[in-house]
């Protein structure tokens, strides 16, 4: 099977030729992959590997002249060009961290005061009209599909969505505190995020992402009533739409932590994969047992325990546990329970994919 057949026929609960696989990697961890194994790119080194072929693509926003300084007049003096700070485009301020790759967390959010529904409008939500399909994209989609990939592209999470304008803290208060607040900013989230993936729908994708968690290593961040509450119905109306484009279309949701308590909702709903699946969270196998013939497993490889502090022959016996009781009928694609970053050996990288063989 070439990995696009590989793929497709995994997300249709039939038996592939062997258990599909992805890579998510950091660029300083597959830098250091790509030395380990001695060739001279990335896609080098997944070719190597054999890692199936994924491609995801992106439409592009036009927003208005005005965006950033409607963004930048939000944020209060004492961070603006100030070097300790870093300003998203999205208007988060984030304290940056010396000697580091990543940023410290925010320190404050554009929309942290907001008290009523009237204070949304300053901030400048995206909006349909922003959205540009970029020329060709359709013919770019059709190409990926011939060299073998499986296209997918996606929104963020609408919780995360929701708490990176306003703070998580703020939009859990929101949820039983100020409802009113917290769906008017649904409202606006979901009917933008409706409209881009419907335009990523009729571009040709495979397959719509969801990506942002909600769950915590043993719960949910909030409760599954308030997600029901605020959540469902409005994702199960976005997912309908997306499907009446493209019936074969899968839906894909990301989330960290244990969900176990709305994965039924979450198959009601139509999500079809769901990622990571982390072991130390959730037991891959237990979920194989009670939901695999309606969603496929995507992960599920131990980031916090085999790939960082395992030896090779660990993680060997990890993927061929993994192998033999999850990728049964299809509805699995093994790869790492989030992304792999420059502390993971790569020995242990390799030792993952090759155990799939």
């Known amino acids: ?21 992805y890579i998510w990697i950091d660029k300083t961890a597959m830098d250091r992959l790509v030395e380990f194994l001695g060739v001279s790119s990335p896609e080098e080194a997944e070719e190597a590997l054999g890692i199936d072929r994924w491609k995801g693509v992106g439409l592009n926003l036009r927003k208005p002249e005005n965006y950033r300084e409607r963004i930048l007049s939000l944020v209060p003096s004492r961070y603006r060009d100030n070097p300790e700070f870093y300003i ?26 907001a008290r009523t529904v009237e204070d949304l409008d300053a901030y400048p939500f995206p909006e349909k009209d922003w959205i540009e399909v970029p020329e060709g994209l359709e013919d770019e989609i059709r190409r990926y599909k011939d060299e073998g990939y499986v296209v997918s592209g996606g929104i963020a999470q609408p919780f995360k969505a929701a708490w990176l304008v306003r703070g998580m803290h703020n939009v859990l208060m929101d949820y039983l505190i100020n409802p009113d607040l917290v769906n008017e900013m649904y409202n606006r989230i979901y009917s933008f995020s409706t409209a881009y993936c419907e335009r990523l729908v009729e571009a040709g994708v495979d397959m719509i992402q969801i990506v942002g968690d909600l769950g915590m290593q043993d719960r949910l961040i909030m409760s599954p009533d308030v997600w029901r509450r605020y959540d469902k119905e409005r994702m199960r109306e976005m997912i309908s739409k997306l499907k009446s484009i493209n019936p074969d279309l899968k839906m894909y949701m990301h989330t960290d932590g244990n969900v176990l308590e709305i994965i039924e909702d979450l198959i009601e709903i139509g999500i079809d994969v769901l990622n990571p699946i982390q072991p130390e969270c959730m037991d891959p196998v237990e979920i194989k047992k009670r939901y695999g013939d309606k969603l496929v497993l995507h992960g599920c490889v131990s980031l916090q325990r085999t790939l960082p502090f395992g030896s090779p022959e660990e993680v060997r016996a990890e993927v061929r546990y993994l192998v033999e009781n999850c990728n049964v009928d299809g ?23 090759e155990a799939v063989y």
């Not at 998203?88 to 959010?109: F, I, P, Q």
């Open 331 to 353: 509805g699995f694609v093994l790869g790492p329970s989030n992304v792999l970053f420059k502390e993971i050996p790569p020995e242990n990288i390799v030792a993952m994919y």
């Open 88 to 113: 998203t485009d999205n208007g988060r301020v984030v304290k940056v961290h010396e000697g580091s790759d990543y940023l410290e967390d925010a320190v404050w959010y554009p929309l942290q005061e």
């Open 1 to 21: 099977m070439t990995s696009r057949e590989r793929i497709l026929t995994t997300l249709a609960h039939r038996q592939p030729d062997r258990c599909a696989t």
